[in-house]
């Protein structure tokens, strides 16, 4: 059984950082495509940024240059380091897991193939 695990939210003014983490049990994340997406008040979940089986990163538009999503091997350990936060990036941010491994690319980028998924941590920016 998969279980992700997010935190890090929080509240911060606009200009600053905060370091998302979501701890995966009941797989390996490095076998397999990993993300973080988002979901503000009345708007659609949108992906923010993935790390693929092969390691290779890919980010939204909005959020390059400002966001570094990594993956920590020994804790198992999917990361969202984010900079310069903007209002616009108040949402709940969610980690999840494609549980097909040795995947990469755009399989990896079609949230449908994602089928794990954290309870979500707010972040508000002010």
């Known amino acids: 059984h998969v279980q992700l695990v997010e935190s890090g939210g929080g509240s911060v003014e606009a200009g600053g950082s905060l370091r998302l983490s979501c701890t995966a049990s009941?797989?390996?994340?490095?076998?397999?495509?990993m993300g973080w997406f988002r979901q503000a008040p009345g708007k659609e979940r949108g992906a923010v940024a993935f790390?693929?089986?092969?390691?290779?990163?890919a980010y939204a538009d909005f959020v390059k240059g400002r966001f570094t999503i990594s993956l920590d091997n020994a804790k198992n350990t999917l990361s969202l380091q984010m900079n310069s936060l903007q209002p616009e990036d108040t949402a709940m941010y969610y980690c999840?897991?494609?549980?097909?491994?040795?995947?990469?690319?755009?399989?990896?980028?079609?949230?449908?193939?994602?089928?794990?998924w954290g309870q979500g941590t707010q972040v508000t920016v002010s």
């Open positions: 009941g797989a390996t994340a490095s076998d397999y495509c």
């Open positions: 999840a897991a494609a549980i097909t491994p040795l995947r990469y690319g755009a399989w990896c980028r079609d949230p449908l193939n994602f089928d794990y």
């Open positions: 790390i693929d089986s092969d390691a290779t990163t």
